[in-house]
């Protein structure tokens, strides 16, 4: 029998305020016998042992959602003027349509938007010319790359291996990198 195939991407965007999510999913709309009802996301914050629950009726028909702290509640004041920052961390998100308890989706969306935007004013502040650069220079450049590939691989532990912890650790430790690299914690 024909079915609904759900699937959600999430980009990684640089606005710290927001998360952005894509549906890529695949709809039997060509069958009546299986409507599209009650288009529902539940995504649980880093840290939060509940989900908050989003009418994704919006979210089926344009196929992309915006997601800011207010609709996460994470903001209750001067929603739709000032948007909170949303911490980076691992995202629990669910998509589902009716009957959600049988056809939906999960995943573990490690965001790293914080973390990006560190490590690229690291590099605006950083005096690289079209030419070798100076050792200290070279060294720096070389961490940096370092530091990248340690979020990268932590999306990858959590995103696809299923290893939040693991992922969470690499995170951490790229983060601790980083703000040596710019003197957070000197």
Not at 147 to 155: E, S
Not at 158 to 170: D, I, R, S, T, W
């Amino acid at each position: 029998m024909a079915n609904h195939v759900l699937s959600l991407e999430v980009p990684q965007v640089m606005n710290e305020c927001v998360l952005k999510l894509l549906d890529t999913s695949v709809y039997q709309t060509a069958n009546p016998a299986i409507p599209v009802v009650c288009p529902t996301l539940n995504i649980t914050v880093p840290g939060f042992g509940y989900s908050n629950q989003i009418d994704a009726t919006d979210f089926y028909t344009t196929g992309s959602a915006t997601i800011t702290a207010c609709d996460l509640q994470l903001q209750t004041v001067d929603c739709g003027t000032q948007y909170y920052n949303l911490p980076d961390g691992i995202y629990i998100i669910k998509y589902s349509v009716s009957p959600n308890e049988t056809v939906y989706v999960e995943y573990n969306h490690l965001r790293v938007t914080y973390a990006l935007n560190k490590y690229y004013k690291i590099l605006c502040d950083i005096d690289v010319a079209a030419c070798e650069p100076p050792f200290k220079v070279q060294q720096t450049l070389e961490t940096l790359r370092l530091i990248f590939m340690y979020l990268q691989a932590a999306k990858s532990k959590v995103e696809f291996c299923h290893e939040p912890q693991k992922g969470m650790a690499l995170y951490n430790y790229a983060l601790k990198l980083l703000n040596k690299l710019s003197c957070t914690n000197c």
